[in-house]
């Protein structure tokens, strides 16, 4: 059983358009933010977007800035990543994230999904 399960990737053109969804198995209330990262070919994990559950303040890597959106939908228990303009530069799998800040008594955390294959190519 997967708390967090991505979908939506797959194949596009350079130019191309992509929307990723992240269901949630509990209330992402749970959570302080929501995160997505990638992982590319002979690279390090990268932040790529994260939205606060509460609020819906979204921040973005730099290199992703104009053409990603990432957005929350708390009823459905859901996280999106909306990726427009796509570069080749931008092949990579993509994680789904839920953040937790903890508390005094408790330490700060973060679960993964298992990732979903984007691939910019013509």
């Known amino acids: 059983q997967e708390l967090l399960v991505e979908s939506g990737g797959g194949l596009v053109q350079p130019g191309g358009s992509l929307r990723l969804s992240c269901a949630v198995s509990?209330?992402?209330?749970?959570?302080?933010?929501m995160d997505w990262y990638r992982q590319a070919p002979g690279k390090e994990h990268e932040f790529v977007a994260a939205v606060k559950v509460t609020g819906g303040n979204t921040y973005y890597t730099d290199s992703v800035k104009g053409r990603f959106t990432i957005s929350r939908d708390n009823a459905r228990k859901a996280v999106y990543l909306q990726m427009n303009s796509l570069k080749p530069e931008d092949t990579a799998v993509y994680y789904c994230?839920?953040?937790?800040?903890?508390?005094?008594?408790?330490?700060?955390?973060?679960?993964w999904g298992q990732g979903t294959q984007v691939t910019v190519s013509l």
């Open positions: 509990r209330s992402i209330l749970n959570f302080n933010t």
């Open positions: 994230a839920a953040g937790s800040q903890g508390s005094i008594t408790s330490a700060p955390y973060m679960l």
